[in-house]
């Protein structure tokens, strides 16, 4: 692995800060907040010494922290159960924030108890630079860091390399 030549490029884009939010089922939403700590590119799966490519896979490393939003629903009857999940959210309660990493949140299973940690960094993989492909929307994933990317120039195969999770600051 090397970094990026750009230095220019690897200043502004270190500490840069982005807010994402995704869907999750029903009417459960998640609100990713994460800055890019490094970007660095890395040979593919082919043998360096071989190949006459350049480095063509760009690694970025990210600090992530996340909160979920609950909202509080109206009971099912005959009458409402054709309602869609937003036709069904009570709107005289406030929504439901907790943080991933606090007790019970999200990710505290996986984190703490012997669950697998490699799971929440999964789905923030899936949820930030997962590509579309099918016809619809997706709403479970976000293209804001890959267009903020391919806007800044870099474009090409990218994945997150290391993602290290912290509690949310506001919410602690």
């Known amino acids: 692995m090397r970094n ?4 220019h490029l690897r200043k502004l884009l270190r500490d840069k800060r982005f807010t994402s939010t995704v869907k999750n089922w029903g009417t459960k939403s998640t609100t990713y907040n994460y800055r890019i700590t490094n970007i660095k590119e890395e040979w593919g799966d082919e043998d360096p010494t071989c190949s006459n490519r350049n480095w063509y896979k760009t690694v970025i490393n990210i600090v992530c922290s996340a909160y979920t939003t609950s909202y509080i629903e109206k ?10 999940d937003e036709e069904r ?32 960094r ?26 903020f990317l391919k806007h800044v120039g870099i474009t090409g195969e990218i994945k997150l390399g290391t993602i290290k999770l912290e509690p949310t600051p506001e919410l602690v």
């Open 89 to 120: 959210v009570d709107k005289r309660y406030n929504p439901k924030v907790k943080d991933c990493m606090a007790e019970y949140g999200e990710w505290y299973y996986n984190l703490r108890w012997g669950g697998n940690p490699r799971e929440p």
């Open 4 to 7: 990026i030549k750009n230095i």
């Open 122 to 147: 999964r789905n923030i993989r899936y949820a930030l630079l997962n590509e579309q492909y099918n016809y619809g929307t997706n709403e479970r994933t976000t293209n804001e860091l890959r267009n």
């Open 75 to 84: 009971k099912r009857t005959p009458k409402t159960y054709n309602l869609s």
